[in-house]
């Protein structure tokens, strides 16, 4: 089956770093999704990017929908406290009618 | 805003019971999706739901499961006979215009299976 490289899969930091995750694969997708989900919730869509090439940003939040169509990154600035949770990518590959997601990204923040 | 609920939050069933786990998408959405999540794993696709017939399902969604949509707004998972793995979270989601659009999701039902 498809698969979604996502990496790093966890990070510790102090508030104020940004932070940069980032999700691979050998299939090609038009639409990429970055979720966050606290623990016991369901994810919270953050981001979405339907072209390849797109950068969109969501105040601290910045994403971008890889020229070869096979990755994508999720930036966060001066991260805080709330920030943390785990963050999961999720595509969708053409044709299909369901999202692939990553393993997600544990962010963990040291006040 | 309008958001996807899922009831119940929380399920304790016993092994071989059938359980349903109940969705409300959000109301002008057409597309409907059953995600689950065993415990620290990543979100895996269970099914997808469209004009009233299933338009794709992954190799989890075997014969113990089926999904309906009983009426206008509620849509359903129903899992006929429950196996200890079957334990995880499981989420419902929906999206306006299509596959390739946001998906939203609920907060999720928790299944436990003892």
């Known amino acids: 089956g498809q698969q979604l490289n996502q990496s790093p899969q966890s990070m510790f930091i102090q508030e104020g770093e940004d932070v940069s995750m980032n999700c691979t694969s050998s299939?090609?997708?038009?639409?990429w999704l970055w979720y966050k989900q606290d623990p016991g919730e369901g994810p919270v869509l953050l981001i979405a990017?339907?072209?390849?090439?797109e950068l969109t940003s969501n105040g601290r939040l910045t994403a971008q929908f890889g020229i070869t169509r096979k990755d994508s990154f999720l930036n966060i600035s001066a991260s805080i406290p709330s920030d943390v949770g785990i963050y999961f990518c999720?595509?969708?590959?053409?044709?299909?009618?369901?999202?692939?997601f990553g393993q997600g990204t544990r962010l963990t923040i040291n006040p | 805003e309008p958001e996807v609920t899922q009831t119940p939050s929380h399920q304790v069933t016993q092994m071989g019971q059938e359980v349903i786990l109940r969705c409300v998408p959000i109301s002008n959405h057409l597309y409907f999706y059953w995600y689950r999540q065993i415990l620290g794993q990543k979100v895996e696709f269970l099914v997808s739901?469209?004009?009233?017939?299933?338009?794709?399902k992954s190799e989890i969604f075997d014969d113990q499961f089926s999904v309906e949509r009983p009426d206008g707004s509620n849509f359903t998972l129903k899992i006929r006979s429950t196996k200890l793995e079957d334990s995880a979270m499981y989420f419902c989601?929906?999206?306006?215009?299509?596959?390739?659009?946001?998906?939203?999701f609920g907060q999720g039902t928790r299944l436990t299976v003892v």
């Open positions: 739901f469209y004009n009233n017939e299933i338009s794709e």
């Open positions: 999720a595509g969708l590959i053409q044709g299909a009618q369901k999202l692939v």
């Open positions: 299939s090609i997708f038009n639409t």
């Open positions: 989601a929906s999206t306006e215009e299509g596959f390739s659009t946001e998906a939203f």
């Open positions: 990017l339907y072209k390849a090439g």
